[in-house]
């Protein structure tokens, strides 16, 4: 197995893409062998890609909300690890920001989470990341989030936390009466057994 700074450096230097980033390349994530918890998301958005910290916008307050934790906790790397499909601001199209670029995905996730060998539990977030974690089998992400249990508790589908996702959330009450409590408690109790 590669060396996990090895890697880490070789993903932080990566220009596979350089020439369709608006913004160039500048890699996002968050990674430590030790982290129980992994999130799967998308690709950062402009915001996250100018600070260059993950989830450091409107949707990682709600999603940091959602899991009940604290800033502190959510950017320790040995709790923790982030790792979007893709790594760098994709641009934006007609609708917000475009899909995570098709090359980062192939290059660097097989190579990454082989060094996240102590994972308890990994959030799937939105679309790219569902189809990728778990199979794409043609369901919606609306599907996926309401089968949360199948894949529980390795594994939970949830819906990107995005404002853009206020009407999802509005029109599907029982994603926060019934997977929230469930995942928070789970939150808690491998954050309590890494301290």
Avoid at 11 to 38: E, M, N, S, Y
Wanted: hydrophobic share 40%; aromatic share 8%; charged share 20%.
């Amino acid at each position: 197995m590669t060396s996990f700074l090895s890697v880490l450096s070789d993903v932080r230097a990566c220009t596979l893409c350089k020439q369709h980033l608006p913004l160039g390349p500048r890699p996002v994530l968050q990674l430590h062998p030790k982290a129980r918890i992994l999130i799967a998301g998308q690709a950062p958005g402009k915001k996250v890609h100018l600070s260059g910290v993950p989830f450091d916008d409107a949707s990682g307050n709600r999603l940091r909300e959602w899991l009940g934790v604290t800033r502190e906790v959510f950017y320790d790397p040995e709790k923790i690890a982030i790792l979007p499909m893709g790594f760098c601001f994709p641009g934006t199209g007609k609708s917000g920001d475009l899909p995570p670029r098709p090359e980062c995905a192939p290059a660097w996730r097989e190579p990454l989470l082989q060094q996240l060998g102590h994972l308890e539990i990994t959030l799937v977030l939105g679309q790219y990341a569902q189809a990728y974690h778990l199979g794409d089998a043609g369901l919606s992400v609306t599907a996926l989030v309401k089968s949360w249990r199948t894949y529980w508790p390795e594994m939970v589908p949830l819906p990107h936390p995005s404002p853009r996702n206020n009407l999802w959330l509005r029109r599907n009450p029982w994603f926060e009466t019934e997977v929230l409590p469930p995942l928070r408690e789970r939150i808690s109790a491998i954050l309590a057994r890494s301290m």
